[in-house]
Each structure stands twice: as C-alpha cells, then as structure tokens.
C-alpha cells in the first residue's frame, strides 16, 4: 500500500519520529537502508519505505511517501501522529 501526506514538522524530525513509531520501541523493525531523506526498515512480517522532501518553494512543509507491506495499521497510527 501507498500513503501520501504533508506535515509541517522537518524532514529530520519526521524520520526521527519514524525511527521511534517503527523501530524497537514500536512496531521491532529494523533498518535496512537510510540516506539523506529516506529510511526503510523491515519486520518480519514486511516492510516500511518513507521518503520526505520538502514540497513547497518556501519550505514550510515536509512532504511524505510510504510504502507499506503488512504494517497498514501502523503506518496510519504514524501519519495522525504528525
């Protein structure tokens, strides 16, 4: 599955977040890849994929894509959390 959102809170923050909601003290994913403005972590059920940017010329809001196999349920827990 595929989610879209935007947030006001920065890139860095978001992934931070992202580390904590899906990480040991969350969901037990693990990372497998990170670099600037990305991170995918896997369970062993699926994964989590989650790319920011900002997404507008003044930079006041920080866009978000996540793919998700078998972790739905947390991934929308995380994008009310924002």
Do not use: W
């Not at 599955?1 to 909601?21: I, N």
């Not at 693990?30 to 062993?44: F, H, L, P, R, Y």
Request: charged share 25%; proline share 1%.
């Amino acid at each position: 599955m595929r989610y879209e959102a935007d947030t006001s809170m920065t890139a860095p923050r978001v992934l931070k977040k992202a580390l904590k909601h899906f990480g040991e003290t969350g969901a037990g994913l693990k990372v497998i890849a990170s670099g600037g403005e990305s991170i995918c972590m896997e369970g062993t059920d699926g994964l989590v994929s989650i790319s920011v940017c900002r997404s507008n010329a003044k930079g006041k809001k920080t866009h978000l894509e996540i793919e998700t196999r078998e972790y739905d349920n947390q991934v929308t827990a995380f994008l009310r959390s924002l």
